[in-house]
C-alpha cells in the first residue's frame, strides 16, 4: 500500500471512529424524543421495523445468510429475546423518567459487565487494576444518581434499574456470543433478530399499550426515522468496518466518549444545566471503566 492510500485509509478510520461516537451518542437523546409521544414497546419496535429492511437488503449484497445455522437455533432465540427485545424495550421504557444524558452514562456500565461474566463464564483472568476501575467507577456511579435524586423517586428508580438492567443483558451477550456465536457472519447476527424483535414489540405494544398512532408528533417520527436508519443501521455497519481494522481495545473506547457526547446534547436540548461535581464524578467514573481496558494491552506487550 502506499504512503498515500495508508494516510487515506487512516482517515477514514479515524472519521468512521468519530461517526460512531458522535451516533452512539445521539442515540439516547433520539430514544428520549421518540417516547414523548410513543409508548416504550412500541417506540422499540418500530426502531427495528424500519431498520429492518435495510439490513436485509445489506445483507442480500453481501451475499450473506439471513437465517442462522440449525444447530444455532437456541442462540438465535436468546438472542432476539435478550440483547435486541427486552433490553431496547427497557431503554425506551427507563428514558421516561431519566435524563438521556444519564441513561447513556448508565448504559456505558456494559463492557465492565462484560468483564464479570467474562470472568464468571469463560474464566478470564480479573486483574487488579480492573478490580479497581470497576469499584472507582460504581462509586462515581452510585455518587451520581445519590446527587441526581434519582434513588428517591420509585419511579425515577424504576428507570434507573430498567436501563441497568438492560446493559447487563448486553454484557451477558456479549460474552455468551463469543462461543455461541462463533462463526455467525455479522449481517446474519443482527438482520433476523432485529427484524423478529420489531414484529414482537409492535405486536405486544398493541396487546399491553393503548396506542393513539395520530397522536405521534412529527419530532417523534423523524426520531424513530433517526434511530432505525442511522443508529442501527449506519452505526452497525460503521461499526463492523472499525471492528476489522481497529484493535477492539481501542474500539471498546467509544463506551467511553459516547456518554459525552450524550450529556452535552442531553444538556442543550432538556435544558438542564450540568453542575460540577456532576463533570467532576462523570470524569472519575469514565476514568475508572476505561483503566479496566488496560490488561489487554498488557498481555499483548508480553
Same mark, same amino acid.
Given at each position: 500500500m502506499?504512503?498515500?492510500?495508508y ?6 478510520i =479515524? ?5 460512531v ?5 445521539? %442515540?439516547?437523546?433520539?430514544i428520549k424524543?421518540?417516547? !414523548? %409521544?410513543?409508548?416504550p414497546?412500541?417506540?422499540?419496535g418500530?426502531?427495528?421495523?424500519i431498520?429492518?429492511? =435495510? ?10 445468510p439471513i437465517?442462522?445455522?440449525?444447530k444455532?437455533?437456541?442462540?438465535f432465540?436468546?438472542?432476539t429475546?435478550f440483547?435486541? %427485545?427486552?433490553?431496547?424495550y427497557?431503554l425506551?421504557?427507563? !428514558?421516561?423518567?431519566?435524563s438521556s444524558g444519564l441513561?447513556?452514562?448508565?448504559f456505558?456500565?456494559?463492557?465492565? =459487565?462484560s468483564?464479570?461474566?467474562? &470472568?464468571?463464564?469463560? &474464566?478470564d483472568?480479573?486483574?487488579?487494576n ?15 444518581l445519590?446527587? !441526581?435524586?434519582?434513588?428517591i423517586s ?6 434507573v434499574?430498567?436501563?441497568l438492567?438492560a446493559?447487563i443483558?448486553?454484557?451477558?451477550? #456479549?460474552?455468551y ?7 455467525i *457472519?455479522v449481517f %446474519?447476527?443482527n ?13 405486544l405494544?398493541?396487546?399491553? !399499550?393503548?396506542n ?6 412529527l *419530532?417523534?417520527?423523524l426520531?424513530l ?14 461499526? =463492523?468496518y472499525?471492528?476489522?481494522r481497529?484493535s477492539?481495545?481501542?474500539?471498546s473506547f ?14 442543550? #436540548?432538556e *435544558?438542564?444545566?450540568? +453542575?460540577?461535581?456532576?463533570?467532576? +464524578?462523570t470524569?472519575i ?5 476505561a ?10 506487550n508480553?
Amino acid at each position: 500500500m502506499s504512503k498515500k492510500n495508508y494516510l487515506k485509509s487512516k482517515y477514514i478510520i =479515524f472519521l468512521l471512529f468519530v461517526i460512531v461516537c458522535l451516533t452512539w451518542g445521539t %442515540t439516547w437523546i433520539g430514544i428520549k424524543i421518540a417516547v !414523548e %409521544t410513543v409508548n416504550p414497546l412500541l417506540a422499540a419496535g418500530l426502531r427495528f421495523i424500519i431498520a429492518f429492511p =435495510f439490513l436485509l437488503l445489506i445483507t442480500f449484497i453481501s451475499k450473506s445468510p439471513i437465517f442462522f445455522p440449525r444447530k444455532s437455533w437456541p442462540f438465535f432465540i436468546l438472542l432476539t429475546l435478550f440483547y435486541f %427485545t427486552i433490553p431496547y424495550y427497557l431503554l425506551s421504557f427507563g !428514558e421516561q423518567y431519566v435524563s438521556s444524558g444519564l441513561t447513556s452514562l448508565l448504559f456505558s456500565s456494559m463492557p465492565i =459487565f462484560s468483564i464479570i461474566f467474562s &470472568k464468571i463464564f469463560l &474464566k478470564d483472568k480479573i486483574y487488579l487494576n480492573q478490580v479497581i476501575g470497576i469499584t472507582l467507577g460504581f462509586l462515581c456511579l452510585i455518587y451520581i444518581l445519590i446527587s !441526581e435524586g434519582l434513588v428517591i423517586s420509585y419511579t425515577d428508580f424504576l428507570g434507573v434499574a430498567s436501563i441497568l438492567l438492560a446493559a447487563i443483558m448486553h454484557g451477558f451477550l #456479549y460474552v455468551y456470543s463469543k462461543k455461541a456465536g462463533d462463526g455467525i *457472519n455479522v449481517f %446474519t447476527f443482527n438482520t433476523l433478530p432485529i427484524g423478529v424483535a420489531g414484529v414482537l414489540l409492535c405486536l405486544l405494544s398493541f396487546v399491553f !399499550e393503548k396506542n393513539q398512532l395520530h397522536a405521534i408528533s412529527l *419530532n417523534s417520527w423523524l426520531a424513530l426515522i433517526y434511530l432505525g436508519v442511522v443508529a442501527s443501521v449506519g452505526g452497525f455497519i460503521a461499526y =463492523f468496518y472499525l471492528l476489522k481494522r481497529m484493535s477492539p481495545v481501542i474500539l471498546s473506547f467509544i463506551f467511553i466518549i459516547f456518554p459525552v457526547v450524550a450529556i452535552f446534547i442531553s444538556a442543550i #436540548y432538556e *435544558n438542564k444545566p450540568i +453542575s460540577t461535581h456532576f463533570i467532576i +464524578s462523570t470524569f472519575i467514573m469514565l476514568c475508572g471503566f476505561a483503566i479496566t481496558k488496560l490488561p489487554t494491552n498488557l498481555r499483548k506487550n508480553h
